[in-house]
DNA sequence: CGCAAAACTTGATCTAGATCAAGGCACCGA
DNA sequence: TCGGTGCCTTGATCTAGATCAAGTTTTGCG
């Protein structure tokens, strides 16, 4: 399948893939309720390249979005090249189009990615809007997190922040070693932690040097411990 | 009445005096549907010093709290003296304590406060969840900006914005001067800014110094012109 | 009114992170 | 296999905003 041009493509399979996915451990966020009441539902899986948007008349009002694999990130364009990314979509995460906050912001692939959208036709059932609630609020506490981090952390803290994000959602089993595909460039990282790239990859490069984190290419990286992850002071590095 | 010391009474006039709230011009936010059920509602009203909090549990899961007057603020604490204050609490301004994020966040007042407080007994009427809905997406807007600002935004860019948010919530008669008292230290505001008071004293100076707004004393100033403060280039600050 | 504490302003200096610059590495297509 | 185009890293320098340091104004209270 070519992963160069985005295509909106109806699966006959999707249906059973996301029904899969709302049982497998990632994806714990997508309410058993709702996959009962897939057989009323549009389901499409959309494959995108790396910049692809999410355009806001393709994502309506009604619509339920799952990451199947790769990465999205909503994000604000400001003038001067400037760019914040509001919140990162990654693979198991489900999100709706209503909280992608207005049309200036935008929703892309920083990767090559699958996107499972419902459209749901029934916004007034009971089940639909109480899970819709539960994601909106679930956003509310991850901005005002990145409210703080933005606003009163240094470099080292965003990034070791940051870090512990990306493995918590790998999901440490019982403090096993934890790999960790960051499909973003040091670009991307930097945009979404208000720094610079340069910045990034100098605190990375002090984190390795750590042993705190081991890399395997740049895009690639494991973690021996997490829990000593999760409890490193950011005034160390 | 004191204002030193805080207290939670239960006032009779407090549901007029909300039902009135909810029909001026300041508070459009309230909808008048949940006005209508006033009859079923605890309502009461806090009178709150600068400084006072509205504890995690008085503010009940299925509590809708008003800004009668004067200002609160959600706010983080860090180590070493950092703070951020998340979400501002303007006069007019309904919020939900399920929308002040969660246990580790405070909601206090910034200045002598009343706070009007309605004990939503019933979450499940279909009114009340709507209404929520709409408070939690109202907050993600807000939040979503807040994150770009604090992302990407030069401290002239933050304080132009800032009293752009002020004279907003003002609601500016047709082109009028607007009258906008802040009742807020110039520390408040660069916790709320993620800057330093310092910084936010010299860029209100060099605004002043435009004639863009005009102090009346350090915590009141009119804007003769909101329409020539909204255009401002921030570069030319 | 008068004093003390808090808040505000303004100047001088410092610094974390940005910007500028130059190689090095990795992936991709021919 | 080879070349090229993005990425990534690392070093040198610069700067917006922080920090440090006085004064000054405002506020609140006896």
Chains 1, 2 share one sequence.
Do not use: W
């Amino acid at each position: 399948m070519d992963l160069t041009s985005p295509s909106l493509e109806p699966v006959s399979a999707a249906q059973d893939e996301l029904q899969r996915l709302c049982l497998c451990a990632g994806s714990g966020d997508l309410s058993c309720a709702i996959c009962d009441s897939f057989d009323h539902l549009d389901v499409k899986i959309r494959r995108m390249a790396r910049g692809d948007l999410i355009a806001h008349e393709q994502a309506y009002r009604s619509a339920l979005l799952m990451v199947r694999y790769g990465l999205l990130a909503t994000t604000k364009q400001l003038s001067g090249r400037r760019r914040q990314l509001v919140s990162l979509r990654q693979p198991g995460e489900v999100f709706c189009s209503i909280n992608a906050f207005d049309q200036s912001f935008r929703t892309l692939a920083l990767a090559p990615s699958d996107v499972i959208i419902l459209k749901l036709e029934t916004l007034s059932d009971a089940t639909v809007t109480d899970y819709l609630f539960q994601l909106a609020h679930a956003e509310l506490l991850n901005l005002s997190s990145r409210t703080v981090l933005l606003g009163r952390m240094t470099a080292a803290e965003r990034v070791l922040s940051f870090l512990n994000e990306l493995v918590e959602h790998q999901g440490e089993t019982s403090g096993d070693s934890v790999q960790v595909d960051l499909a973003m460039t040091r670009e991307d990282i930097a945009d979404y932690l208000g720094l610079k790239a340069e910045t990034v990859s100098r605190v990375l490069g002090r984190v390795r040097n750590t042993g705190l984190i081991v890399f395997d290419g740049p895009t690639h990286f494991s973690v021996p411990d997490p829990a000593a992850l999760r409890g490193f002071d950011a005034m160390a590095v």
